[in-house]
């Protein structure tokens, strides 16, 4: 019996070229401002349209600043790439979500939410992260310039399909254990390369209880694993989340929509190339303490010891270390932490600021903390104000900032100074991926507002 993912790969097939790459067919292509310029050249020096154009969804999001959006862009790079793609998707006739339009925000939190990634889709994007889509149960993935512009032309894609592997998180999370948690600790487990080839389905008792929320930000961490994607079989949690947005089949169209998405699934005797379960209840809240995202550990635990990595190992080991400032066998409880970042892709929705609210609530940002608090579209800011969340969160110190990808990497004005510390619940903690010389601990939401209350590393467990 096939997987999920051989069920929906199959399905897009155009053809498959012998002893090379198969011809997939593609349903959704999302272009943002970075990774679309070449291709969009390369279709005018060919004088091509684009095939499709109705499945092409353009918005820009890396370069947008989060603050005075009404006004010009004051940075030259960012208001170049952001003025060309709207001339872009003029020329080419295509949907452009600009700045300040209400559908505007991070694409892969706005593709979901407004509904066009649906179940059973091929989805792809010239940013790693397309995996977040994943979560709709869709088979969703990274592009690069050249197949930005090969999907334009064709609507079609040459790749080489990749192995399956399936992850079990069985029982229940623990109080103050979140889906960004969950990542972390499989990255620890499993390192950065641990998904390498593979397009890993997620499953068990604990990714079912997850929201829809989770299931995003679980799915966007799968490309740091290594793998080429990351999905869930789509629920009841799928379809409750999906009913009625802008985009979704509505009328007879939802009823068939969903007796169809019923399907996707993988069969009871799906064998993959590669399985592994977890226990739920040995995943506690977790930090990074180094420089890439599988350098990461429970929050009570210390900075493993030397003689705890492989000989291999020592000298990288130790050069993250030393970027940090961290020695081995510290804890990171305590920690002076200097700025807080909570948003991106990763964590930008809506449960994510109320899992921020919920700690911060009746308390008071630490007076040397400087925090971004940056909703991933303006739909989920909308929300913010509906349900009072901005209040509580500017009672307690803290201002909410427009959407963007803000400080998740260093490609607008919102960067973290050299050797500042700064507690991120975004998906990168790479050597000045926040800004050169910033020092980047990834963390959930919880443990991101714990930081902004008390000032140091905190175990949220203890304010909740």
């Known amino acids: 019996m096939n997987t999920l993912f051989d069920k929906i790969w199959d399905s897009h097939v155009v053809q498959n070229v012998e002893d090379g790459p198969t011809q997939l067919y593609i349903d959704r292509l999302y272009c943002h401002e970075v990774t679309s310029p070449q291709a969009f050249e390369g279709m005018r020096a060919r004088g091509l349209k684009c095939f499709r154009p109705d499945q092409i969804f353009c918005m820009p999001d890396h370069n947008t600043p989060t603050h005075d959006q009404d006004k010009p862009i004051e940075d030259p790079i960012s208001k170049t790439q952001v003025d060309t793609l709207a001339k872009n998707a003029s020329d080419f006739g295509l949907m452009h979500f600009g700045m300040m339009d209400k559908r505007n925000g991070i694409i892969h939190v706005v593709g979901p939410e407004r509904g066009l990634s649906l179940p059973g889709m091929t989805i792809v994007c010239g940013d790693s992260h397309t995996s977040t889509h994943g979560a709709m149960g869709a088979v969703a993935f990274g592009i690069g310039t050249s197949e930005v512009e090969m999907v334009m032309a064709s609507q079609c894609i040459l790749q080489q399909k990749p192995k399956s592997m399936r992850i079990n998180i069985e029982g229940k999370l623990g109080k103050g254990v979140t889906a960004k948690d969950v990542a972390l600790y499989l990255m620890s487990k499993l390192t950065t390369s641990g998904g390498t080839g593979y397009f890993i389905e997620y499953a068990g008792e604990a990714v079912r209880n997850l929201s829809m929320e989770g299931r995003l930000t679980l799915c966007n961490l799968s490309i740091e694993m290594g793998a080429r994607g990351g999905f869930i079989a789509p629920d009841d949690v799928t379809f409750e989340y999906i009913k009625g947005r802008e985009y979704a089949p ?189 020092r980047t601990v990834l963390a959930s939401p919880l443990v991101a507002a714990a930081a902004a209350v008390t000032g140091v590393i905190t175990d949220p467990r203890k304010l909740i």
Do not use: H
């Open 250 to 438: 509505k009328g007879e169209d939802w009823d068939k929509a969903v007796e169809q998405w019923k399907l996707l699934k993988s069969g009871e005797d799906a064998v993959f190339d590669k399985e592994l379960t977890f226990n739920a209840e040995d995943i506690e809240p977790m930090v990074t303490y180094g420089t890439n995202p599988g350098m990461g550990m429970g929050i009570t635990e210390g900075i493993p010891s030397l003689d705890t990595i492989d000989e291999a190992g020592r000298q990288s080991y130790i050069k993250s270390l030393d970027y940090m400032g961290f020695k081995p066998g510290e804890q990171m409880l305590g920690k002076k932490v200097d700025y807080v970042f909570l948003g991106a892709c990763t964590n930008g929705r809506i449960e994510d600021f109320r899992a921020f609210a919920s700690i911060v609530k009746g308390r008071q940002k630490a007076a040397d903390i400087v925090a971004w608090l940056v909703p991933g579209s303006w739909m989920v800011d909308a929300q913010i104000r509906q349900e009072g969340l901005d209040k509580i969160l500017e009672s307690a110190g803290f201002e909410i900032r427009q959407p963007g990808c803000s400080a998740c990497l260093a490609m607008n004005d919102d960067k973290i100074p050299a050797g500042k510390l700064s507690v991120s619940t975004s998906n990168r903690n790479f050597e000045g991926r926040q800004g050169p010389g910033a």
